[in-house]
Each structure stands twice: as C-alpha cells, then as structure tokens.
C-alpha cells in the first residue's frame, strides 16, 4: 500500500512537470505582438522598428518561423541537456541572465517568509492566548486589513510613506549606485534597500498564518493536556511555547509551502513597485520585448520553485507526522 501511495505521487510529480514545460512553451507565443516587430524600450514604448528582411532573417535564425510542435520538440530536448534557449533582447544565454538575477529573489523571498512566519506565529500566539479581549479583536482587525490588501498596493503605500515621506528607506534598487561599499558596509547597504521590500511582502502574506495559529492555538488551548500542565504549576511562558506552539507549528508546515508560492507571485509585483532587479522585474522587461526564451526560462525557475517546496512540504510532514506513516500501512 505504501509503495502504491509512492508511485501515486511520483506519477503526480511527473504529470505536473510535463503540464509545466506545456504551458511554459505555448503560453508566451499566446501573447500578441512579435519578437521583431520593433524593438521596445523600458517602459513598453516602441523605439525602433526592424525591416521586413530583418524580421524574416530573425525569425528563421530563431526557428520561430518552424511548425509549433517542432519547436516544441526542441524546447523539451533543450531542457534535458539543461539548455533554457538564447534571449532575443540580451543576446546572451538565459541560464546565464537567471542566475544573475535569482539570488534578488531568493533574498526578498526567504527574507519575507521568515519575517511573515515571526510575525504570524507571535501575533497569532498573542492573540490566542488573549482571545476574545479587546487586544484579540484588535490585532485580528489588523492583520486582516493587512492581509487583504494588494503586495503592489501595499508597496506603494508604504514607498511613500516611508521613503519618500519620512525618508527611511531607498526609493528603488538594491544597491547604492556608484557608492562601491565592501565588507559589512555593503551588506548593511543591501539590507537596507531590501528591508522595505521584504516587509512589503511579509505583511501581505503574515495575515493567513496569524489565522492559522491563531486558530490551532485556540483549540490546543482547550485540550486535557493544557489543563493536566496548569495543574502541576508550569508557568505560562512554558505552557506557551513548549506545549501549545510545539502542537501548533506541524499544519505551519503545508502553509508554508503555500506561502512560498504565492510569495513568488507577490514578488513579481513588488520588485516592481520598488524596482529591485529581480526575476519580477526581469519577466516585465522580457514581457515588454517578446523574449520568448527568457519568459519560458522565469516562468520555468518560478514554476519549479513552487513545485519544490510543494515536495520539501510534503516530506517534512510525513517525516513529522508519523500518523500518516501508519495510515498509509494500513
């Protein structure tokens, strides 16, 4: 039964990876307008269009002007010998453009997701704990707000506000333009041009796991166990953290990876609002130009990003539950 159940979500994984590099291919060449059309500049604006015999010597040194499904074909052979293809705009190999801008992503991402989970599982112990109090209702109303509010908006809002109303943080970048700091001066310069992105995303996204804590610590709170602990004098502090948030962190595991994915897609939209030159900001200049390679190779890592973490999710609560060990024996 368990080997089944394994060859059951192999299969599920194997489908999901051809359905991705499916749509991957045809989702770009969905789009209207050409590769060489014209050529448009940063803000989609046309800067100068190519002759006829350019557009036909492009799309035929492309392959763009061969049928889909041999196209196709060659995307898949491509992507197994771990070629992502040549951007039309960059002149340069897309593996090569990804890395340079991936670890921008990672940054904000990971950054975000550890700040969300702090503020998530503080407040929703918080919260929990001080149920049906005013404090409760209050930070309930709160991060509700918060969480239904847009990432891009959100950094809008908070863009001006704090930096260019009070002056706290950068306006835009990741870095200090011709500033040449080393060492922990660059690092602190880094940190900062980041810090008012990361939040961005943290406080768009830390209003589902409050609720979630929140909620599992609510319940937790009413079990024999609690009681059996208050009884024998534990102080609240330990009850706290080492009986009700340890019975509550394991359904933290499946949001996570829920978080991560749509962390990427909040991402997207706030390396824009801040210009951080991530993949977020990568796919708008490639979406700009038609650069079908570079949008198949973000939308593969993107992709496959979320479907990692997916599997690592899956893993760690089978690892961490042994129920479903049992189950699946049964």
């Known amino acids: 039964m ?4 394994k060859n059951s979500r192999i299969f599920e994984y194997l489908l999901t990876f051809v359905v991705i590099i499916t749509i991957n291919f045809f989702l770009p060449r969905m789009m209207p307008g050409d590769p060489f059309l014209h050529l448009s500049g940063a803000a989609g604006e046309e800067v100068w269009a190519f002759t006829a015999e350019q557009r036909e010597y492009f799309t035929e040194y492309y392959g763009l002007d061969r049928p889909l499904p041999e196209q196709y074909a060659r995307y898949v052979a491509g992507l197994f010998q771990g070629d992502m293809g040549f951007s039309y705009y960059y002149r340069e190999d897309v593996s090569s453009i990804i890395l340079r801008r991936l670890p921008w992503t990672l940054f904000m991402v990971v950054g975000a997701v550890i700040l969300s989970l702090v503020i998530g599982i503080m407040a929703g112990i918080f919260s929990a704990w001080h149920r049906e109090s005013w404090k409760d209702k209050f930070l309930y109303l709160f991060m509700v707000i918060f969480s239904e509010i847009p990432a891009f908006l959100l950094g809008i809002v908070l863009l001006i506000a704090l930096a260019a109303g009070l ?13 040449g700091y080393m060492g922990w001066e660059g690092i602190k310069d880094v940190l900062h041009h980041g810090a008012l992105p990361i939040i961005t995303l943290a406080l768009a996204r830390a209003g589902g796991i409050f609720m979630l804590v929140r909620n599992t610590c609510t319940t937790v709170l009413g079990k024999d166990y609690i009681r059996t602990a208050r009884a024998k004098g534990l102080t ?9 948030l ?6 933290l595991i ?3 990876a829920l978080q991560i994915g749509a962390m990427v897609g909040g991402a997207v939209l706030v390396e824009n609002v801040f210009a951080y030159p ?10 700009f ?7 198949q190779g973000i939308f593969l890592v ?14 760690l609560y089978r690892f961490l539950d042994p129920r479903i060990k049992v189950e699946n024996v049964d």
């Not at 990003?305 to 599997?311: D, P």
């Open 302 to 315: 993107l992709a496959f990003g979320v479907l990692g973490a997916n599997l690592l999710a899956d893993l």
């Open 289 to 295: 130009v038609r650069d079908y390679p570079l949008l």
């Open 246 to 251: 340890k019975n509550a962190l394991l359904p």
């Open 236 to 244: 609240e502090r330990r009850i706290r953290y080492r009986h009700v």
């Open 278 to 287: 991530g993949l977020g900001l990568l796919m708008r200049e490639a979406v």
């Open 2 to 5: 368990e080997l089944a159940n």
């Open 254 to 256: 499946t949001r996570v």
């Open 167 to 179: 002056g706290l943080f950068p306006l835009s970048g990741a870095r200090s333009h011709f500033a």
